[in-house]
């Protein structure tokens, strides 16, 4: 593969004079500090004044501590550094609206930008320690916002677009936000959203906000101004430029709340050396992201992924191109025509929106000119076989890498990936462990399981990008993350290494249907529907039973031109016993348009089960499509 020559991570090997990829996290394992301390370097990651100990783990693992000594920062090293390499005049964001309008910044621009508003951020008083909330879409102004706030010692609060008032008013509430930069509206599938009514709604019960900064989303806008609302543009054309403060390594970045559907969201908390590094490693190592890349994830700010973004590409010295709205509007092929118009040569993606393109007509995408991509990775729910083999095929042409990415908004980012060094990789795997992490496939008792077995993959060393506990609720993490298997960070995910030493993952662990007292993941039930060719996609959940214990329950969504009928019924209980066994055929299966999913694109399989048994629901704001839960209750109540 010519990917593999000229890789990044090829010339780290290179450097190192290591021979393999695993003989490499052979040796991060070993020598962490030599690792962490490595990748900074191959990076040139700027330090205003060196650390004198790389990790403290005097408090243990749980609260290990990096860079003591040294500072830094996250905003310096995307900007000033990146631009003093040349790459002042470099396209650093190229931005497509819904409609069709672009945009262009070089790095000298997103830089002007950046500084102007870190100096108003100033003006209002915001500090070191300040939270600012990120209550925006995916425009050029997100990333300018994103990089002053953490270039000044602040926090950043970033928030999925797509929330509602109840939703912003918890998060802000625990995190105590004093500004909030968002915009006046942005577009989805056509339909105008008011972002700043929602946040205008939510400010009631918010009485340590003290600002709002309205970015106009036209050139025609008009902010009107009070004493809490500002005008972005009067905003930065009134700021005294600032540059990045050096700031003590462990400083918090950033807050990240998780989603879910039960309990109160959960605040992530990374720090600029941890934040950074993490990134680096992620994408300019293992991932292989270099300057002359043009990236296009299609993201959001809520989404790790999104800072994620925010900070890799500029690390990099890279271009992000960043899009309104969703991949499949205003035209079905949007993103491949994106990837077209743009030359798009990084291409992120999820499973689920693939399985959504595999449903339209091959010339959807067929009619477009890929071959600008280098590389392709993608994150969020396991793959099926079907899809991977799909995407490879009509998107990759079977010459681009599909780098499989996982690990979670508490990890900084992955804990397993795929490298260019691996070649035709198996559907669905993973090369390995990212180094570093320290990834293991344990049992309950944490006792490493055998090749081919399923387990819960966990972490047994601390690493630089992991959450530095949750925002003020030390015991929540611990008990989260640290209590179930001493010694051990417990992911909450199942994992398996095959014979060839491949690795994978089966989903959440506590989706676990367990019948007859057989365990099983429901992606395996799910596989063997999706495997008929009649399902876009699935979840699988187990239910009550009076005689098994559980029985399983498939909820379904029919691929393109398929009826849904009690043939088909016959069809996918058929193959479920033909793959697993009569003892996980499906006590029922129902069908919908659409399964809940979070912003990251998950299906929310306990969801669905809180549904089916008409349990409490709990918290719905991570959803991206709230009425497939009325769908599913209507359904439910028919079957």
Same mark, same amino acid.
């Given at each position: ?302 989404? @790790?992924?999104?800072?994620?973004? &925010?900070?890799?590409? *500029?690390? %990099? #010295? =890279?271009?992000? /191109?960043?899009?309104? +709205? ?98 035709? @990789?198996?559907?669905?795997?993973? &090369?390995?462990?990212? *180094?570093? %992490? #320290? =990834?293991?496939? /344990?049992?309950?008792? +944490? ?193």
């Amino acid at each position: 593969m010519n990917e593999t020559r000229g890789s990044q991570l090829g010339r780290f090997l290179k450097r190192h004079d290591i021979a393999d990829y695993q003989r490499l996290c052979d040796q991060a394992a070993s020598d962490p500090e030599w690792f962490w301390r490595s990748v900074m370097e191959f990076h040139d990651l700027h330090f205003f004044k060196p650390y004198e100990r790389l990790l403290d783990v005097t408090n243990g693992p749980e609260w290990a501590q990096w860079c003591i000594g040294g500072t830094t920062n996250i905003a310096y090293n995307c900007l000033n550094r990146t631009i003093a390499t040349g790459r002042g005049n470099h396209a650093a964001i190229i931005w497509e609206g819904e409609n069709g309008e672009q945009r262009t910044l070089t790095y000298d621009e997103l830089a002007s930008l950046t500084s102007r508003a870190a100096g108003g951020l100033m003006k209002l008083g915001c500090g070191r320690g300040d939270v600012v909330g990120l209550y925006m879409p995916m425009i050029p102004e997100t990333i300018a916002a994103y990089l002053a706030i953490v270039g000044i010692g602040s926090i950043a609060l970033p928030l999925f677009s797509g929330f509602g008032a109840q939703a912003i008013v918890e998060r802000f509430a625990d995190a105590k936000a004093k500004v909030v930069v968002t915009v006046d509206d942005t577009y989805r599938r056509g339909k105008k959203m008011s972002m700043l009514e929602v946040m205008d709604s939510a400010v009631p019960s918010l009485p340590a906000l003290e600002h709002i900064i309205v970015v106009e989303r036209h050139a025609e806008s008009t902010i009107v101004e009070d004493a809490r609302h500002i005008s972005w543009r009067h905003f930065i054309d009134s700021a005294t430029a600032m540059t990045p403060a050096e700031l003590p390594a462990e400083t918090p970045a950033m807050i990240v709340y998780t989603s879910g559907t039960t309990g109160k969201p959960k605040g992530t908390v990374h720090s600029h050396c941890g934040f950074m590094t993490k990134v680096a490693l992620d994408f300019g190592l293992i991932l292989d992201l270099q300057a002359q890349d043009r990236l296009l994830w299609m993201s959001d700010m809520g989404w @790790l992924t999104g800072p994620i973004l &925010a900070v890799a590409v *500029p690390l %990099m #010295g =890279a271009t992000l /191109v960043l899009a309104e +709205g969703v991949p499949d509007y205003p035209e079905p092929g949007r993103l491949w025509k994106m990837v077209d118009a743009h030359r798009i040569s990084f291409l992120g993606v999820a499973p689920t929106m693939i399985r959504a393109f595999m449903q339209q007509p091959p010339e959807t995408v067929r009619q477009y000119d890929l071959s600008s991509l280098r590389i392709t990775a993608a994150t969020g729910e396991p793959w099926t076989p079907e899809a991977w083999n799909w995407f490879c095929r009509e998107v990759g042409h079977g010459r681009v890498p599909l780098l499989n990415y996982s690990g979670g908004t508490e990890i900084g980012g992955g804990i397993l990936a795929g490298t260019v060094l691996h070649n035709n @990789l198996e559907p669905c795997a993973f &090369a390995g462990p990212i *180094p570093g %992490m #320290g =990834a293991v496939v /344990v049992d309950e008792q +944490g006792n490493k399981v055998a090749r081919g077995q399923v387990g819960e993959l966990a972490l047994s060393v601390p690493s630089i990008g992991l959450t530095r506990g949750f925002w003020q609720n030390r015991e929540r993490y611990i008990e989260t993350y640290w209590s179930r298997i001493p010694g051990l960070w417990v992911h909450g995910d199942f994992a398996s290494i095959d014979e060839q030493g491949l690795w994978y993952i089966h989903g959440r662990s506590d989706d676990t249907i367990k019948i007859a007292g057989k365990r099983i993941g429901p992606a395996e039930v799910e596989a063997a529907l999706l495997s008929t060719g009649k399902i876009a996609e699935a979840a699988a959940v187990g239910v009550p039973d009076p005689i098994k214990g559980s029985s399983v329950v498939c909820v379904c969504v029919p691929a393109r031109n398929v009826i849904a009928d009690q043939a088909l019924i016959t069809v996918l209980r058929d193959a479920t016993v033909a793959a697993l066994g009569a003892s996980f055929r499906p006590k029922d299966v129902i069908f919908v348009s659409d399964l809940p999913k979070t912003r990251t694109m998950k299906i929310m399989r306990r969801l669905v089960r809180s549904v089916l048994l008409n349990e409490a629901t709990g918290d719905l704001s991570g959803l991206v499509n709230p009425d497939s839960v009325d769908e599913l209750r209507a359904q439910r109540q028919q079957a």
